[in-house]
């Protein structure tokens, strides 16, 4: 049973920049594909950001690419979302989900691990 505790959240003007990690255990991430979605308050979850850590292939959501990036360090276990250019709109819960292999999925439902949640706040 993969735990994941995710961490980083807080309030940062528009234009900042803020890391948030994400802390697995009871499995090995690298065997895993590893996501960071967010959801703000009244809305649906919405895919951010997906890392497969065996080979790093990645993908985004149109709204954050070229600002955040997704990374891994396997040997702590690890996963990051660095967020740069912050917008006021990027203001969420940001949650880090994990499932087992296979296709970078965007949606949530495939994911069978999550985290509590962080929160970001941006302020314009």
């Known amino acids: 049973q993969v735990q994941l505790v995710e961490s980083g959240g807080g309030l940062v003007q528009a234009g900042g920049s803020l890391r948030l990690s994400c802390a697995a255990s009871?499995?090995?991430?690298?065997?895993?594909?590893v996501a960071w979605f967010r959801q703000a308050p009244g809305k649906e979850r919405d895919f951010v950001a997906v890392i497969r850590p065996g080979d790093d292939s990645t993908r985004y959501a149109d709204s954050v690419k070229g600002r955040f990036t997704i990374s891994t360090d396997n040997a702590e276990n690890m996963v990051y979302l660095q967020m740069n250019s912050l917008k006021p709109e990027d203001t969420a819960v940001y949650y880090c989900?994990?499932?087992?292999?296979?296709?970078?999925?965007?949606?949530?439902?495939?994911?069978?691990?999550w985290g509590q949640g962080t929160q970001v706040t941006v302020s314009s």
């Open positions: 009871g499995g090995t991430l690298r065997w895993y594909n």
């Open positions: 989900a994990a499932n087992w292999g296979g296709a970078l999925r965007t949606s949530p439902d495939p994911y069978d691990y």
